[in-house]
């Protein structure tokens, strides 16, 4: 956020400056999302178990994340965070935790397309979340959003089942990551009002990288790597470039733009899905897909809309 200060009362008040997008900004935000793309396929090449992939993405890169909140803060000038923000923050790292296990487990088992887009979901639970808390009235394209999530998502479900239990089963694991992904954003969210985004994410990460260490020890996981290059590779591109690129510049752009780049995800991961393990989509398959995408990409052009509240019950 800018700061200006007040003008002379003799001259008209200074316009705030908006961020305007370069080309540089919207580079960075398709190559977060390309970074990100790549992660389940990153986590299919690990060599440890799905949870344990997990636990190294976030732990190798904890350093350069603790760096770069460091900078953050000297920057901000700002003093010791709360006690009761930090725990907060640390109670999001849980559900963080429980996301990133749920949703490497259900990359193991389903296709990378249909795990970017259920591990996206949470945006479209924050929509609900919103909607029952703040009890306003749903909009027309939250309802359509609601009608293509659930379309898309039967759609998709059906032809996992057809496929395999085991395709279906990782649907789910892919859909319980999209919900705790959710309720790891509401509490971080939340905290960002007086933490950087760095020092959000490096809190986050000393809490959900224990508990991922202990969950894959608990699954009698294979936890240490033989071949680390693809757990570097899952820490460098979905930890620190991914988060690093999409921080950098989300706030140059409006949330239509962003779910428009979000939608670059699933499919990169399909594609790599069918060039790196033959995952074929056939016609139900994108028509699905293409609805769960649609309802991700309605979500975030209705949070540019004014919202009308829910009149008042006794």
């Not at 760096?67 to 907060?88: I, M, Q, S, T």
């Not at 479900?157 to 057809?162: D, H, N, V």
């Not at 999209?178 to 990460?205: D, E, T």
Request: net charge positive.
């Amino acid at each position: 956020m800018d700061n200006t200060s007040a003008p002379p009362a003799a001259k008209a008040p200074a316009a705030v400056a908006e961020p305007v997008p370069t080309a540089w900004h919207f580079a960075a935000l398709l190559a977060g999302n390309v970074a990100l793309a790549l992660g389940p396929w990153l986590v299919r090449l690990a060599d440890t178990g799905p949870v344990s992939a997990a636990f190294w993405r976030i732990a190798l890169a904890l350093p350069v994340i603790a760096l770069l909140a460091w900078r953050e803060g000297r920057k901000a000038e700002v003093g010791r965070p709360p006690r009761g923000l930090v725990l907060l923050v640390l109670g999001a790292g849980a559900f963080f935790a429980v996301d990133l296990g749920s949703w490497h487990i259900g990359i193991e088992m389903t296709r990378l397309g249909n795990a970017t887009l259920f591990g996206n979901a949470g945006s479209l639970i924050l929509m609900l979340w919103s909607i029952a808390v703040v009890r306003r009235m749903p909009q027309r394209l939250e309802w359509l959003a609601v009608a293509m999530a659930l379309a898309g998502a039967a759609i998709l479900l059906g032809r996992s089942l057809q496929i395999s239990a085991q395709t279906l089963a990782g649907d789910v694991f892919c859909i319980v990551a999209g919900i705790c992904y959710a309720f790891y954003l509401l509490p971080a969210q939340k905290a960002r009002a007086s933490l950087g985004p760095w020092q959000v994410l490096l809190l986050a990460g000393l809490s959900a990288a224990p508990l991922l260490l202990l969950g894959g020890i608990a699954l009698g996981e294979p936890v240490w790597p033989r071949e680390w290059t693809p757990v570097l590779a899952l820490a460098v591109t979905s930890q620190i470039l991914g988060q690093g690129l999409m921080v950098y510049s989300l706030r140059h752009f409006s949330p239509l733009v962003i779910g428009v780049a979000l939608l670059t995800q699933p499919a990169i991961a399909a594609y790599v899905g069918w060039a790196a393990f033959d995952e074929v989509l056939s016609p139900p398959d994108i028509l699905g897909m293409a609805l769960l995408a649609g309802a991700l990409l309605a979500v975030k052009a209705a949070s540019t809309r004014p919202r009308r509240a829910l009149p008042e019950t006794s």
